[in-house]
């Protein structure tokens, strides 16, 4: 495995990859609200999944909407599974890509990222990449 982690950074609500020595990023993200934050420590890479299928924690039910316009895009990436719910760093349907660009914290607990931004990022990491959340 290459020598890379991602880095999350809540405070500045920006994400980026540090790998062999190169930054690639940082990339603007949506986090978690107050009520349901983002967790802070250091996780790995537990999956990575193309087109993945929402379903609720709450109720066990599946949005029918995969891909680019599905609530978690066309790209996951997990870093962390507390319970039923599963943390992790996805797409973003247009409908909602304001929230990315202006920083939010609106989510669950995951990061939402654009589209171009997610695909870059699952590419270049593998499962059991670190990935470092601070304030």
């Known amino acids: 495995m290459n020598n890379s982690r991602i880095l999350l950074a809540l405070g500045k609500r920006e994400i ?11 990339w603007p993200v949506a986090i978690g609200d107050p009520a349901t934050p ?5 996780f790995n890479v537990i999956n990575k999944v193309i087109n993945p299928q929402y379903v609720s924690t709450k109720s066990g039910q599946k949005k029918g909407v995969i891909g680019p316009n599905g609530p978690l895009g066309d790209r996951w990436i997990g870093f962390n599974t507390k319970g039923p719910n ?5 797409g973003t349907p247009s409908a909602w890509s304001w929230t990315v660009s202006s920083r939010s914290a609106v989510t669950n607990g995951c990061v939402r990222m654009f589209h171009e931004h997610v695909r870059k990022l699952f590419e270049m990491v593998e499962v059991g990449t670190p990935v470092v959340v601070v304030k």
């Open 86 to 90: 599963q943390f992790g760093i996805h």
């Open 16 to 26: 980026r990859l540090e790998r062999d020595g190169k930054v690639y990023g940082p």
């Open 38 to 42: 983002t967790p802070l420590g250091t």
